[in-house]
């Protein structure tokens, strides 16, 4: 499957139960051996599909008509093979560093426009000055974990106790000048192209 070039659009997909479910565009960063590196720009357009039967309801941020990427935009290192990856998250004028964010998905899985994946919802972040590192939207996954992911919500729940002693015991995979990287200014919001939402899915 192709790798990106540094500036390529590169497609971010959700497939909730084989279909398509959400969908947004991001800028290669840095696409070498294992590691993707994106870029999602400030105002940058969600995707959401046509069609489906989305069992258990459309995107939650559709329905909250969150339609585009609001604040400073964010950075994200994925690694293939990996059911997580690590979020880079800034604030103020300064752009200063706010906090990491293992967001637990899929796997990147390559497609001809980008990759496909699935957020697991249970998350981890640690946030700059924090004596340690938090869960996020634990409730949510007790309520709906077994809905989006029928027989997986023992395996989500382990790849998050496994991201939480790698922190516990100091271990830091990701490379953390990775906070004070800055966007090229003249990158724009990318676009989905035509028929995003037709592309095969790449199942898991």
Not at 2 to 27: C, D, K, L, N
Not at 35 to 54: A, C, D, S, W
Not at 119 to 143: I, S
Not at 159 to 166: F, I, P, Q, S
Request: aromatic share 14%.
């Amino acid at each position: 499957m192709r790798r990106f070039q540094p500036g390529e659009t590169v497609i971010r997909r959700e497939i909730m139960h084989g279909e398509v479910w959400f969908a947004y565009p991001s800028i290669c960063v840095q696409d070498e051996g294992d590691l993707l590196v994106t870029y999602l720009p400030t105002n940058t357009e969600f995707g959401f599909p046509t069609k489906g039967r989305f069992p258990i309801g459309e995107h939650p941020w559709r329905a909250e008509k969150h339609t585009h990427w609001s604040g400073h935009g964010m950075l994200a290192l994925h690694w293939e093979g990996v059911d997580h990856a690590v979020f880079v998250y800034w604030n103020g004028p300064q752009r200063e560093h706010a906090f990491w964010y293992f967001n637990l998905q899929d796997a990147p899985r390559r497609t001809p426009i980008g990759f496909d994946t699935l957020d697991h919802e249970l998350d981890l972040l640690w946030r700059v000055g924090a004596p340690t590192w938090e869960w996020k939207d634990v409730e949510e996954f007790a309520k709906t974990g077994e809905a989006r992911y029928p027989g997986r919500v023992h395996e989500i729940q382990a790849e998050g106790d496994r991201v939480a002693k790698l922190l516990d015991a100091g271990e830091r995979w990701w490379d953390e000048s990775w906070a004070s990287w800055q966007p090229d200014p003249q990158w724009a919001a990318p676009t989905l192209p035509a028929h995003w939402e037709e592309v095969p899915c790449v199942g898991r």
